[in-house]
């Protein structure tokens, strides 16, 4: 019986976040959709210069390429045998468990590769270390852009993130408390893990995820998965930037352009919403016309080009990729 309530409420648990995950994309795109003109949107559709749209899909397939093999990195010192086809898999599979339910497809993916060596804390704890540099990546890119054009960016950056009277203050204390939280709870499980059984292997699996964090330092190519890592940013630029070009009136927007909407429109992966779906068009499309005076549907145009055909990709990678995956399992 209690087998059977712990599993009902692991499944509410799960129904709960799906929801939970749902509504807050209906949200935003609530916000995104109630004031689109349909028949704009639709003639700045008809206009799309889809060669550059092929240029986007090339770039966003290079982007995968990069993410694969950079985990391959990672998890070799915990298992030198992991191949980057099975990487690659993984992450394809991941992505596409995380289109419907946020964060599902990073605790997915790391059962594919997990082994003996290298068991699933400590391959978590890999997915960690790529989050972490990722979320560097993102400071790097904003950093570069706001000083690379400080006159156009700074202004736009500093009412709408750091200006009390925006209202976005309190997300900073938000964050700086969860952290708090997370770190006091982790001492807690620490400090009675001797005498809490439950605590006890809690404080292992943190253990074995804090060995997968530390294999970054274990690599013996650092440089190389530094690279792998600006290859991952640098395809997302492009992806900006082609989708700038796609749309004949943003075409005239540069690379820095490209590299300050790549980075606002990336913050969007930390709310945790289907695939990014709601937060991503409408950070997006504030930016455009903030920044350039864009109406709300070619900035909705926009973030439905790059985001929707991101998405296409990474539905067709996924499956072919399980299909791959359950085809080696069965030979």
Not at 28 to 35: A, D, E, H, P, S
Not at 79 to 87: F, S, V
Not at 310 to 321: D, N, R
Request: overall charge positive; hydrophobic content about 55%.
């Amino acid at each position: 019986m209690t087998k059977f309530a712990a599993a009902m409420s692991d499944k509410a648990k799960k129904i709960i976040k799906y929801v939970a995950s749902v509504l807050i994309a209906a949200f935003f795109i609530w916000l995104v959709v109630r004031k689109i003109d349909w028949k704009s949107f639709a003639e700045g559709l008809v206009h799309t210069s889809w060669g550059y749209m092929v240029l986007f899909v090339v770039v966003s397939i290079l982007a995968l390429v990069f993410r694969a093999v950079r985990w391959k990195e990672l998890l070799h010192p915990l298992d030198p045998g992991t191949k980057a086809m099975l990487t690659w898999d993984a992450t394809n599979v991941g992505n596409l468990a995380n289109i419907a339910l946020p964060g599902a497809g990073e605790l997915l993916r790391c059962g594919f590769v997990t082994t003996k060596s290298a068991t699933y804390d400590k391959v978590l704890g890999t997915v960690m270390m790529e989050r972490i540099w990722d979320v560097l990546a993102i400071l790097i890119l904003l950093a570069t852009a706001l000083i690379l054009k400080w006159e156009a960016f700074g202004p736009f950056f500093m009412e709408n993130i750091f200006s009390p009277a925006s209202g976005r203050l309190g997300l900073w204390w938000i964050i700086l408390l969860a952290l708090a939280l997370v770190a006091a709870l982790v001492w807690a499980v620490f400090h009675w893990s001797g005498k809490v059984k439950l605590f006890g292997k809690v404080a292992d699996a943190i253990k074995g995820v804090f060995q997968g964090l530390g294999t970054f330092f274990k690599m013996k190519h650092k440089m190389r998965f530094a690279l792998y890592t600006a290859g991952v940013w640098v395809m997302y630029v492009l992806m900006s930037y082609f989708g700038l070009k796609a749309i004949p009136e943003l075409s005239h927007l540069g690379m820095i352009d490209a590299l300050f909407i790549s980075a606002i429109g990336n913050l969007a992966s930390v709310i945790p919403v289907p695939s990014g779906m709601g937060p991503y068009h409408y950070l997006v499309m504030i930016t455009l016309g903030g920044l350039y005076g864009c109406s709300n549907e070619l900035g909705l145009l926009y973030a439905v080009l790059c985001h929707e055909t991101h998405a296409i990709i990474i539905v067709i990678l996924g499956v072919i990729s399980y299909v791959h995956l359950n085809v080696r399992k069965k030979n």
